[in-house]
């Protein structure tokens, strides 16, 4: 169990069994004091697992099902060879239409839905996001979509013109790919610590401060998204888009099979959607990543994989951001990003 009481394979049940106890749980209930930690404990690590196999699960269904409805392999396997619209528009249509039906579903669930004042409470920041956020938010992320449906479609023509080593057989190395499938997320998300911290100053003024100009003119488009929701997860520039899903690199220089590329996509994409979308219980809302777009300089990357533990740059509340950075400017007051100030609320976030 969770610290909220939930079991630790509830993202295998996603959506339905949190609707179901969405539902089912009293108006009494009194959700926790969400606690900043540096890391996963181990039902926490157990539920981590589970999700990384539910990306794969459902890059296996995107590979093998999808073409087969198509009456065709999938592209990688063949047609990518050439250049055509036959395969390379249902991998746009694909990720675009999934990203509605996940995140729209869920934004409309938590936010809109009947039961928006039962939940209101599980709310980590007690203010709701104005439309303009959502609005700004969906169609960054909409477009985000397109750039890693263009990172599959470069994965796919490279794997088919055997430019890209690639293993056919999921089962010729099964126990491994079964550990690899697992681990999905952790390898990921250390790929993800290492362009977000770029993406943020760094604070120095020994060697031109890189992260500074990349964190103006890139990543604040990202932190304009104060009090994300699900569509806020990966509104992002182009730039950063496109950055954060080449984390699919990571299985193809290993020539592993080509659903593990497609499942960091699909991790990329469904992590930081749930991740993102400001709740606790029923939500998959992250407090480790809430503190830092609340506070902007610290927790760069995420609990699975403990660098900010590791390089000092965790923070669990306010006073944290002082304890990492002494006189050097920093945090929420140092911080220029033109937020969506209607949704704004200091207080509830700390």
Same mark, same amino acid.
């Given at each position: ?5 939930? =079991? ?29 930690? =540096? ?5 926490? %690590?157990?539920? +981590?697992? %589970? ?5 794969? &699960? ?7 099902? !999808?073409?087969?409805? @198509? ?12 250049? /055509? ?7 746009? %249509?694909?990720?675009?239409? &999934? ?19 039962? *939940? ?6 007690? %203010?709701?996001?104005? $439309?303009? @956020? ?25 794997? &088919?013109?055997?430019?890209? @080593? ?11 790919? $079964? ?26 003024? @020994? ?12 990543? /604040? ?19 950063? +888009? ?10 193809? &220089?290993?020539?592993?099979? =080509? ?20 709740? !606790? ?28 533990? *590791? ?40």
């Amino acid at each position: 169990m969770a610290d909220d009481g939930t =079991p630790f394979y509830m993202p295998a049940l996603w959506p339905f069994a949190h609707i179901y106890t969405a539902l089912k749980r009293s108006k009494d209930d009194k959700p926790p004091k969400p606690v900043g930690l =540096p890391y996963l404990d181990l039902m926490t %690590i157990l539920t +981590a697992f %589970i999700a990384a196999s539910r990306s794969v &699960a459902l890059a296996a269904l995107c590979i093998y099902y !999808q073409p087969l409805l @198509q009456g065709r392999e999938y592209a990688a396997f063949g047609d990518a060879k050439n250049w /055509s619209l036959d395969w390379v528009l249902p991998i746009f %249509i694909r990720n675009v239409v &999934a990203t509605w039906i996940i995140c729209g579903f869920w934004d409309w669930f938590l936010y809109f839905s009947p039961l928006r004042e039962k *939940l209101h409470k599980y709310k980590i920041n007690h %203010i709701y996001p104005s $439309m303009v @956020q959502m609005k700004h938010d969906a169609f960054h992320t909409t477009s985000a979509s397109c750039w890693a449906s263009l990172i599959e479609i470069v994965l796919c023509h490279y794997w &088919a013109t055997g430019f890209f @080593q690639m293993e056919k057989n999921f089962d010729e190395r099964f126990v491994i790919n $079964m550990f690899i499938t697992v681990l999905i997320s952790h390898i990921r998300l250390i790929h993800f610590y290492v362009i977000h911290r770029l993406m943020h100053p760094w604070k120095t003024t @020994q060697i031109p401060d890189v992260g500074k100009f990349l964190y103006r003119h890139v990543h /604040s488009l990202h932190h304009k998204s104060y009090n994300p929701t699900a569509f806020s997860g990966t509104s992002m520039h182009p730039v950063e +888009a496109t950055l954060y899903y080449s984390a699919a690199f990571i299985p193809v &220089a290993f020539g592993l099979h =080509p659903v593990f590329a497609i499942a960091i996509i699909v991790d990329c994409g469904t992590g930081a959607w749930l991740g993102h979308d400001g709740f !606790q219980w029923p939500g998959s809302g992250d407090y480790f990543h809430m503190l830092h777009h609340k506070h902007f300089d610290g927790n760069y990357g995420s609990m699975h994989v403990p660098l900010d533990w *590791l390089f000092g740059t965790f923070i669990s509340c306010k006073e944290d951001v002082k304890k990492v950075w002494g006189r050097i400017p920093a945090g929420e007051n140092d911080n220029k990003t033109s937020v969506h100030e209607s949704s704004k609320n200091p207080d509830k976030v700390d």
